[in-house]
């Protein structure tokens, strides 16, 4: 067995270990950047429902290129996310998508990682760092 099958196997037994009615995850929803209004403004589609671990927590975080931040929460979804198909998006998380937390919170997009699984080119899971 290789690692992306390792990695795939992983991920679908830490959703399964962390999902469900006893689990930790929470929904989140995110609301996709699907263009921009006549005003300038940003437009966005419907929403779209995850199952995400949340963890609401402001610290400091500091950048790769050295400069600070201000962390205000991170969702981790553990499964891959599906395209929404808009243009001159950053697919499938663009950090211009509007998240929207169990508790009503929402910030920008500060920070999208994901190990880009070589099958299907799209990241095993997702962090999401707000601000």
Known sequence: MKLGSLIRKGVA???QL???SDGVQDTVYIYPWIGNTDSGGPDYGS???HKAIVEEKE???KMAD???ITQKASITIPRPVAANGATDR???IDPRDKIVLPSGFT???LNVDGITDPQTHAP???QIILG
């Open 66 to 68: 050295g400069s600070e």
């Open 90 to 92: 950053r697919e499938p």
């Open 47 to 49: 929403a779209v429902e």
């Open 124 to 126: 095993f899971m997702f």
């Open 107 to 109: 910030g920008p997009i």
């Open 13 to 15: 037994l830490a959703d």
């Open 18 to 20: 962390t999902g469900g």
């Open 59 to 61: 610290y400091t975080r």
